[in-house]
């Protein structure tokens, strides 16, 4: 089992950027790719980005694009997030997932963490 917790989130205005992380615990993998995803109240749960498992890979979503930036720190079993440009469409609750599918769809992925809110405001 693997318990995944994200932390960062916040209030930040439009233009502004954020660092959301995701710790990892339990029986960890090395081998484990990773992704975030984000879902606003009444949609979907959408991919945001994914990282394979030594981040010599990275896919986004065209939303995010050129704002955001992946990272991982195996030693430490941590997942991160850098967002930049920040928009109103940005604000969801974001989720880290981990699996042995490095894929953009939610189902590819085994365990989950709780998420942490993102809110931008214009």
């Known amino acids: 089992q693997v318990q995944l917790v994200e932390s960062g989130g916040g209030l930040v205005q439009a233009g502004g950027s954020l660092r959301i992380s995701c710790a990892a615990s339990g029986r960890t993998s090395v ?20 990282i394979n498992w030594n981040g010599g890979n990275t896919n ?19 997942l991160y997030l850098q967002m930049n440009s920040l928009t109103p469409e940005d604000t969801a609750l974001y989720y880290c997932a981990a699996g042995r599918i ?16 993102v809110t931008v405001s214009s």
């Open 31 to 50: 081998s484990y790719n990773m992704g975030w995803f984000r879902q606003a109240p009444g949609k979907e749960r959408e991919f945001v980005a994914a």
């Open 60 to 78: 986004y979503a065209d939303s995010v694009k050129g704002r955001f930036t992946i990272s991982r720190d195996n030693a430490k079993n941590a």
């Open 102 to 117: 490095y894929g953009t769809r939610w189902f590819e992925y085994d365990y989950w963490g709780q998420g942490t809110q």
